[in-house]
């Protein structure tokens, strides 16, 4: 789908919803993120009641998939249909996307359909032209610079076990400098919590990321610090987290990272160097035995299964958010 994202010529069409909002980064909803997560929770307690708030009655939603999903489809599915709306998966593989078909046109198309498109792509470009031209709001479900939905979801987990604070707490992230790493820095400045992440040299996240991360750390007071021991990151955390160290999209690197990312796997060792009380996380999927061991994965010093859950509380409260609720119909 890639070659069919360049920009074609002309202007995104007139039409976009009034107040229309992407969430391409997580600091598109850096302000949102205390009302979001204390949504997420709440939405939470009321689906263990058996209450659907149904603010997306009426309204459809499209999926559209790059790359494989298990959780974020999953979570997104369920997550539209329990707010009361409709949500269609389309692979991109399947669409006329796969054959040509622009981004821009597509968007365009979808846009006189669908109220909300969610899109997992392999470039952060072609989230971007999705964005531009489609008039109704886009979620990034993952692309190769961030994994927004992850990390409000991950917050939630994390503010559920610190009762809601954030200051005075220290996460440490063990590995990759990727997009689920890049979310989680601006994610943890825009909430005022302290990260320090342990990456070897040629994986660290973008300079224009850490630029934007010391932007909203300076207004929360966030400390942000990138070392290359994992080691030194583990000491004294509150939790550490991890991710794959070869993301969809780069197999050709896998031997190559292998070798890199060596000494950077969460195990109970490094468990034991953090606080009491510290336990792991994982975005998940996980390769048990590389940047995680079974023993951490399988043990109570985890929240990795929290986090899993927390998906799908986090995007109905990112949808509930973006989407806005159906006009009154009349009858015909
Ligand atoms: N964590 C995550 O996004 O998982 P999936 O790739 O299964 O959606
Ligand atoms: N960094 C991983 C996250 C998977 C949810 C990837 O992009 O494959």
């Given at each position: 789908m890639s070659a069919t994202g360049a920009s074609t010529a002309g202007r995104p069409a007139a039409g976009a919803r009034p107040g229309k909002r992407d969430l391409l980064s997580?600091?598109?909803?850096?302000?949102?993120l205390p009302a979001l997560l204390h949504r997420a929770e709440e939405l939470k307690a009321l689906r263990r009641q058996?209450?659907?708030?149904?603010?997306?009655?009426?309204?459809?939603?499209?999926?559209?998939f790059e790359k494989p999903s298990t959780r974020t489809r999953s979570s997104f599915e369920i997550g539209v249909q329990e707010l009361g709306g409709h949500a269609v998966y389309l692979s991109s593989s399947e669409m006329q996307l796969g054959r040509g078909e622009t981004i821009a046109d597509t968007a365009r198309v979808l846009s006189r359909y669908y109220d909300g498109l969610v899109y997992r792509a392999f470039k952060?470009?072609?989230?971007?032209?999705?964005?531009?031209?489609?008039?109704?709001?886009?979620?990034?479900?993952?692309d190769d610079r961030e994994h927004p939905c992850q990390i409000v979801a991950d917050l939630q987990t994390l503010s559920e076990r610190w009762a809601g604070r954030f200051t005075g707490r220290r996460l440490a992230w063990i590995g990759d400098g990727n997009n689920v790493l890049q979310s989680?820095?601006?994610?943890?400045?825009?909430?005022?919590?302290?990260?320090?992440?342990a990456i070897p040299e040629g994986y660290r996240p973008s300079d224009e990321i850490l630029a934007r991360a010391n932007r909203l750390a300076a207004g929360t007071g966030a400390k942000i610090r990138?070392?290359?021991?994992?080691?030194?990151?583990?000491?004294?955390?509150?939790?550490?987290?991890?991710?794959?160290?070869?993301?969809?999209?780069?197999?050709?690197?896998?031997?190559a990272r292998k070798t890199?990312?060596?000494?950077?796997?969460?195990?109970?060792?490094?468990?034991?160097?953090?606080?009491?009380?510290?336990?792991?996380?994982?975005?998940?999927?996980?390769?048990?035995?590389?940047?995680?061991?079974?023993?951490?994965?399988?043990?109570d010093r985890q929240a990795?299964?929290?986090?899993?859950?927390?998906?799908?509380?986090?995007?109905?409260a990112i949808l509930e958010l973006l989407i806005p609720p159906a006009v009154p119909r009349s009858t015909p």
């Open positions: 997580i600091s598109d909803i850096a302000s949102d058996h209450v659907l708030p149904r603010p997306l009655l009426d309204r459809n939603v499209a999926m559209i952060w470009q072609n989230e971007e032209e999705l964005a531009r031209w489609a008039s109704v709001p886009v979620i990034n479900a993952l989680l820095v601006l994610g943890c400045a825009a909430v005022g919590l302290d990260l320090i992440a990138i070392v290359a021991d994992p080691r030194e990151a583990a000491k004294d955390a509150d939790a550490l987290y991890t991710d794959v160290w070869v993301s969809m999209g780069e197999e050709a690197e896998a031997a890199a990312f060596r000494g950077y796997t969460i195990d109970d060792g490094l468990l034991d160097l953090a606080r009491p009380g510290a336990f792991a996380m994982h975005d998940l999927p996980a390769h048990r035995g590389l940047e995680i061991t079974d023993s951490v994965m399988d043990g990795i299964w929290d986090q899993a859950e927390n998906r799908l509380h986090a995007q109905k």
